[in-house]
């Protein structure tokens, strides 16, 4: 897969903000959606627990290829889902599985982030 291309599922690296207090810092984020002219809907990943927002837990075995350093769980943080341009992405870090991907689109979409035209490939 060349830089460009993503996929729901895909976890990617990106310069993002959790919430209005932080600052942008590169950090992963699981794809929930690719939309038409380069757009992907994004949920960032923490390595700690949020307290006051809906997230899912993922460890390694919840990816298909690839993965974070993890050494137990990380969050993935429904809340600070956005929209982000291919071109900012920095890397790929790995692919989640098929019912790992569905469980974090099923997040999204309770709040309100997910995009019609999930799972398909967008070039940059």
């Known amino acids: 897969m060349s830089m460009g291309q ?24 699981v794809v929930v959606a690719v939309h038409a ?6 949920c960032p990943v923490s390595g700690k627990i949020p307290f006051d ?16 350093d993890l050494v137990d769980e990380s969050y993935v943080l429904a809340a600070g889902a956005t929209r982000l341009p291919t071109r900012d992405v920095i890397g790929l870090k790995g692919r989640l599985s098929e019912e790992s991907a ?22 940059k």
């Open 53 to 68: 927002s809906p997230y899912l837990p993922i460890a390694p075995h919840d990816f298909s290829r690839g993965g974070l």
């Open 102 to 123: 569905a469980r974090v689109r099923a997040l999204a979409g309770d709040f309100g982030c997910s995009g019609t035209d999930a799972g398909q490939r967008q070039k």
């Open 37 to 42: 002219g380069g757009i992907l809907t994004v």
């Open 6 to 29: 993503y996929a729901a599922g895909d976890v990617v690296l990106a310069p993002l903000r959790i919430g209005p207090a932080s600052g942008r810092k590169v950090r992963p984020a």
